[in-house]
T-cell receptor
């Protein structure tokens, strides 16, 4: 079965640079969620999109923005990167009306040096 | 404040025995609970879930129990296998509107010894 695809899997950036993370949800899933997991931490919700509209917002810095496109893939744009942004970034998808389960991608490991 | 709490950072169990992972929550608006299993450098894998209107859900070796009055749930794995060794996250989903984000506990590292 198709799973959530994230790219890239690993990304190394320097401070103050920008990064773009991509997420391709499971086919026919209409909702995408982004989570950030710091070292030794639990995943923290950043932002979600339902049918291409932002549906919820968590502890996402103003330096970050995201969108969901017409093909339902989503991109998380991160600017003015800081050392503290180094983390695993997970994307998850779900079908809002069919099931409550969120299925996670393998994550993007971002390292800011 | 941590709305979903997994108070045991680690648990060690012998192969073939039962593993019981516990989770407490404080927000009575949570209406759906999920357990995820996570290996290092991989995304969380969905295991089993339970709606707040139920008190038990079973899927093969995995059973989740929910005690709504105590705001407590537990995941039972029986029999435990070495391949079950991973970090287990308890997660809760809010109810109403567009509030479908998951709130996670800090995880419990389960080690199943052969």
């Amino acid at each position: 079965a198709a799973g959530v695809i994230q790219s890239p899997r690993h990304l190394i950036k320097e401070k103050r640079e920008t990064a773009t993370l991509k997420c391709y949800p499971i086919p026919r899933h209409d909702t995408v969620y982004w989570y950030q997991q710091g070292p030794g931490q639990d995943p923290q919700f950043l932002i979600s999109f339902y049918e291409k509209m932002q549906s919820d917002k968590g502890s996402i810095p103003d330096r970050f923005s995201a969108q969901q496109f017409s093909d339902y893939h989503s991109e998380l744009n991160m600017s003015s990167l800081e050392l503290g942004d180094s983390a695993l970034y997970f994307c998850a998808s779900s079908h809002q009306t069919l099931s409550y389960e969120q299925y996670f991608g393998p994550g993007t490991r971002l390292t800011v040096t | 404040d941590q709305q979903v709490k997994q108070n045991s950072p680690s648990l060690s169990v012998q192969e073939g025995r039962i593993s019981i992972l516990n989770c407490d929550y404080t927000n009575s608006m949570f209406d759906y609970f999920l357990w995820y299993k996570k290996y290092p450098a991989e995304g969380p894998t969905f295991l089993i879930s339970i709606s707040s209107i139920k008190d038990k859900n079973e899927d093969g070796r995995f059973t989740v129990f929910l005690n709504k009055s105590a705001k407590h749930l537990s995941l039972h794995i029986v029999p435990s296998q070495p391949g079950d060794s991973a970090v287990y996250f308890c997660a809760a989903r809010g109810s109403g509107g567009s509030n479908y984000k998951l709130t996670f506990g800090k995880g419990t590292l389960l080690t199943v010894n052969p």
